[in-house]
């Protein structure tokens, strides 16, 4: 059974800087795209950035060189580096794995950027 576990969401100041970490199980991690997904209150789900197994990368138009994404495929996890943080990145995060069709989903973590 695939199973995503997100950590590292919380509140951080304007300006400042989190690393999202997401451990994948049940699957074999190095053969599928991994990304990350936020949803902000009252708005749809949008792509943050999404790394495929050989570790090309793309994020969406908004992170303009804010974010990095990264994944370790002994430890089964991707990692999503973020600074200059500003209020429209309040959001919760989810972490995603493509395996064909299918996408499978973490439960999420909130990320609240205060001014």
């Known amino acids: 059974q695939v199973q995503l576990v997100e950590s590292g969401g919380g509140l951080v100041q304007a300006g400042g800087s989190l690393r999202l970490s997401c451990a994948a199980s049940g699957v074999d991690f190095r053969n599928n795209v991994m990304g990350w997904y936020r949803q902000a209150p009252g708005k749809g789900r949008e792509l943050v950035a999404r790394?495929?197994?050989?570790?090309?990368?793309d994020y969406g138009g908004f992170v303009k060189g804010r974010f990095t994404i990264s994944r370790d495929n002994v430890k089964n996890t991707v990692y999503l580096q973020m600074s200059s943080l500003n209020g429209e990145d309040t959001a919760v995060y989810y972490c995603?794995?493509?395996?064909?069709?299918?996408?499978?989903w973490g439960q999420g973590t909130q990320v609240t950027v205060s001014s």
């Open positions: 995603t794995l493509r395996i064909g069709s299918t996408n499978f």
């Open positions: 790394i495929s197994r050989g570790g090309m990368t």
